[in-house]
């Protein structure tokens, strides 16, 4: 008997694209004679769903006419069985789930969120837990860690990209001139060559002073 993986992809986030590309090309490459295959695609309003079209890259074009086309569903506990559920009528069950794969990317779905939502359900996920999720994606908490457990990390600074009103309001400097300070005081404590990224988003840096 094949195993059915439900696999999950999309999201509210800004790699929203990037999970679709990963969960297309991981689909295309599991072994369909040991496993059932189940597409979970979640849109950015985080609602899914399901059809065989979605592990067709071209189906991509056109996002509105591939929801037309799929069944909006929800994964849900049935009886201690898991169960992929049509939500509109009949709200029949459409699959049977055995195990959840999720292929996210970014903040909203990789950072721990999805996870949780699968904890909650109590269904078999093949991914890390919620808790090296959230350490992972958040790159302050995670330099932190580290080195309270003696691992190397390269020297770093963060600042925050906003600050409250009454901040400013107490310094009497404007927003633009707070950043300024901000990053010529990294320039100084780091040196250079120095990567700037954010904190949440993707590991990749995008800017190289």
């Known amino acids: 008997m094949k195993i059915s993986v439900a696999v999950l992809f999309g999201g509210n986030s800004t790699e929203h694209e990037i ?16 496993y059932d295959i189940i597409p979970v695609y979640m849109d950015k ?33 049935r009886n201690n069985n898991f169960v992929l559920l049509n939500m509109k009528f009949p709200y029949n069950v459409i ?5 959840a794969f999720p292929i996210m990317h970014g903040y ?15 269904i078999p996920y093949c ?3 919620i808790f090296a999720d959230v350490i992972a994606q958040d790159k302050i908490f995670q330099k932190a860690i580290l080195k ?17 009103p009454d901040v400013i309001g107490a310094m009497g400097t404007p927003l633009s001139k707070i950043r300024s300070i901000a990053m010529d005081n ?3 404590t780091l040196g250079l060559p120095v990567y ?7 590991g990749r840096p995008f800017r190289r002073l």
Do not use: C, H
């Not at 074009?61 to 994964?75: D, P, R, T, Y």
């Not at 699959?95 to 195990?99: H, R």
């Open 45 to 77: 309003n985080n609602e899914m769903y399901y059809s065989e079209d979605l592990k067709d890259i071209k189906s991509y074009k056109n996002i509105s006419e591939l929801k037309k086309k799929s069944k909006l569903v929800s994964i849900v506990r």
């Open 148 to 164: 309270e457990n003696n691992v190397p990390v390269v020297d770093y600074v963060y600042f925050y990209e906003s600050v409250p």
């Open 19 to 34: 999970s679709v590309i990963s969960a297309v090309q991981a689909m295309s490459n599991m072994d369909t004679l040991k």
């Open 186 to 188: 990294t320039l100084y």
């Open 108 to 122: 909203n779905t990789e950072d721990g969120s999805v996870a949780g939502y699968l904890e909650v359900l109590g």
């Open 127 to 129: 991914q890390s837990d």
């Open 196 to 202: 700037v990224n954010t904190n949440l988003s993707d």
């Open 95 to 99: 699959k049977q789930i055995d195990i």
